[in-house]
């Protein structure tokens, strides 16, 4: 079981887990708000690679600011171990919803740009997701998308994170 209190954070329930991560609801007791955790799981906190990766996906998620992209919130060290602090995103993922059944073409098509316009962002800053499956999707009770899970993102070196953002479509098209 994992630790009931990471600094300010009092966790209260196993959102979910992938692959790589363990994600946890917890309350932030400074800001009177939910937020979702994500932590290595144990047997891999201590692994360099992946300790790298996770950094690298707090960074990749810093660099976007997109209501379509789960928002990060900080990333935090307690008790040895590294912790990502995640808009907690109430809703389900694409794949329960879909495990429930078909989805009818309209709202398919809603979802879809949707997708596709928090991916186009992300692209613009250079970011590449490389693991978009349903999984790593959810979907809000208003419908919205957002896209989870940069853990696998490559960043193209000329517009990586900390790096000034390229050419504006508005001077581009005055060429
Ligand atoms: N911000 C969030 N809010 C709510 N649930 C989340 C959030 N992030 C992840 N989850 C849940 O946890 C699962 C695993 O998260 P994910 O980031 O995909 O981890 P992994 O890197 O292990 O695949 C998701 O499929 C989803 O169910
Ligand atoms: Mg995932």
Known sequence: MHSAVIGPF???RELGRGDMGEVYLAQDTRLDRQ??????????ANDPDRLARFQREAKVLASLNHPGIGA????????GRQYLILEYV????????LAEGPIPVDESLGLAKQMAEALEVAHEKGVIHRDLKPGNVMITSDGEVKVLDFGLAR??????????????????ASR
């Open 155 to 172: 960043t193209n070196a000329a517009s990586a994170p900390g790096t000034p953002p390229r050419t504006s479509h508005a001077s581009a």
């Open 35 to 44: 937020v979702a955790i994500k932590a290595l799981p144990v047997h891999l």
């Open 72 to 79: 990060i919130y900080g990333l935090e060290e307690a008790n």
């Open 90 to 97: 109430e809703g389900e993922t694409l794949a329960n919803r």
């Open 10 to 12: 009092h966790v209260q």
